[in-house]
């Protein structure tokens, strides 16, 4: 317990520090403070940033778009990851394809998907879907790779059909690992949404960074970056608190 | 013809052949023995000898290509764990499950009320020693406590007969002793019909009633043994002569 806070402690020390050196360093002409702004001058930026009606209409755009690419990507690739990796003839054919596609840098594919939707929310949601998919897919490979043989033999031994070893043994096998893609999906997914947003749109937290980098508003961008950051930081943990609290049945592996 | 089945396990001429990977394998060649009620029997017989595809056809996962196995005058075609309960190597244990859960497993997979398992599951936990681990998660219990919330989850449902696929293989040495001893109290207090399948000459000889030898592919029963041992059986007898005997009886049969 003891070393718990002890950690905590020295991880709370080691933030306090990095934001230290972030005001300092500028103040004290160690970095150029045009590239650097000193933290405290970020964050007022930042807090009236949230305070800005226009800002909030940016994030809805950015948040609408990644939520609604999450809840395709996710439902979408672990259904087909798993059906792909509980048929052998499937599995063969389709794997090394995931693999493949996978390996491709998804932003070189953005001009495409501008031609095909024009500049839109689907051009953006399609891109976020496409970005995170193949990443799920591959978690869900690894999902149905859990399920050990012999807890479905022990199962069938006691007489369970088909719909019983779906319910009680998959799906409390594959559920550490899907909350796993879970996770990677929505880092993918936001990924993928801001660089749509930065790349060619309208509107979004992703087209304001982009706007603020072309015009040189460090202040802002950085604003935009702990906006982004601390977004992305919550749902982490929120998913993070989850998988703590099936921990143990990761433990017996 | 009002003969008492309860209890018994008859195997009758069963010959198996299995493909994997485009090659054929003949597992079993003319199996038959039988078990009568009460009676603790051990298979002992070289790796491969087709000990687990005949434990998987005894619990209803694989059907013989010829010849049938009947368990208490009924031919089995499918899973009956009412009749058999088994026990594995490894525990497989649900890691998700608390001990008493995993124990109530067979119990709910036929919707029996959550009252009549809890009160069920928690009466064999206390058989097997493990009274006041139910709430443990497998991972917060030894080898050996696993392996006692497996044989729980196999008499949970107080079927006459218990098979065991080399349950305590996994185990270390001491607490291997210790669970052999423990099954035959098990054993003693519930008069199952147990049907135990083992690597180690020297488990099957101390626990059994009778061992059955097998051969090397295409398995085969090559010998029956009557262990003529008393009961209670002590840790001492393993270096008796008689004890001696009857292991090198056996390993002579396996030896080639």
Request: with cysteine; glycine share 8%.
């Amino acid at each position: 317990m003891a070393a718990r806070y002890e950690t905590a402690l020295i991880r709370l020390i080691i933030i306090a520090l990095l934001f230290g050196a972030w005001e300092f360093a500028p103040r004290a002409d160690l970095v150029n403070a045009r590239l650097l702004p000193p933290a405290s001058e970020v964050f007022t930026v930042f807090f009236g940033l949230i305070q800005d009606p226009g800002f909030h209409g940016h994030l809805a755009t950015t948040l609408q778009q990644t939520l609604t690419a999450f809840l395709i990507a996710v439902p979408v690739g672990a259904l087909l990851g798993i059906l792909i990796a509980e048929n052998r003839f499937a599995g063969e054919v389709f794997k090394p394809l995931v693999f493949f596609v996978f390996s491709i840098p998804k932003s070189i594919f953005l001009p495409m998907f501008i031609l095909a939707f024009g500049i839109s929310f689907w051009q953006k949601v399609a891109f976020g879907v496409f970005s995170t998919i193949f990443i799920v897919m591959m978690t869900a490979f690894a999902a149905v790779a859990s399920v050990r043989s012999d807890h479905i033999r022990v199962a069938r031994s006691y007489g369970a059909n088909l719909r019983q070893i779906i319910a009680r043994v998959y799906l409390p096998s594959m559920t550490p690992v899907l909350l796993e893609a879970v996770r990677l999906a929505m880092i993918f997914n936001f990924t993928g949404i801001l660089l749509a947003e930065m790349y060619a749109s309208r509107a979004g937290v992703g087209n304001l960074i982009g706007t603020w980098g072309r015009g040189f508003q460090i202040p802002q961008i950085m604003a935009g970056i702990v906006t982004v950051a601390g977004l992305s930081i919550l749902f982490n943990e929120l998913v993070r608190w989850f998988e703590r609290r099936c921990e143990h049945w990761r433990g017996d592996r | 013809m009002n003969k008492d089945v309860s209890g018994t396990i008859q195997v009758e001429g069963v010959s198996h052949t299995f493909v994997s990977n485009g090659e054929k394998t003949h597992a079993l060649d003319n199996v038959s023995f039988e078990v009568p009620k009460n009676r603790f029997v051990s298979i002992v017989g070289p790796s491969g000898c087709g000990k687990s595809s005949l434990l998987m056809m005894l619990a209803g996962l694989q059907t013989p290509d010829e010849g049938r196995i009947i368990c208490e005058g009924k031919k089995i075609t499918r899973p009956d764990p009412q009749r058999i309960g088994v026990v594995f190597q490894e525990a497989s244990l649900f890691p998700w499950l608390t001990a008493e859960k995993n124990v109530e497993f067979p119990l709910s997979l036929r919707g029996v009320k959550p009252a009549v398992r809890h009160d069920r599951a928690r009466e064999a936990l206390a058989l097997v020693g493990l009274e006041g681990f139910g709430s443990r998660y497998p991972h917060e219990l030894s080898g050996g406590m696993k392996q006692r919330v497996s044989i729980a989850r196999g008499l949970v449902q107080d079927p006459p007969i218990l098979m065991m696929d080399e349950p305590f293989a996994a185990l270390d040495e001491q607490t291997r002793t210790v669970m052999g001893d423990e099954l035959l109290r098990i054993w003693e207090q519930t008069r199952k019909t147990i049907l135990f399948v083992t690597h180690s000459l020297g488990e099957a000889v101390y626990l059994a009633d009778q061992v059955l030898v097998m051969s090397a592919r295409p398995g085969r029963i090559i010998d029956r043994i009557d262990v003529d041992l008393p009961r209670p059986r002590r840790f001492e007898m393993m270096s008796t002569q008689p004890f001696m005997e009857l292991r090198e009886r056996i390993w002579r049969q396996i030896r080639h």
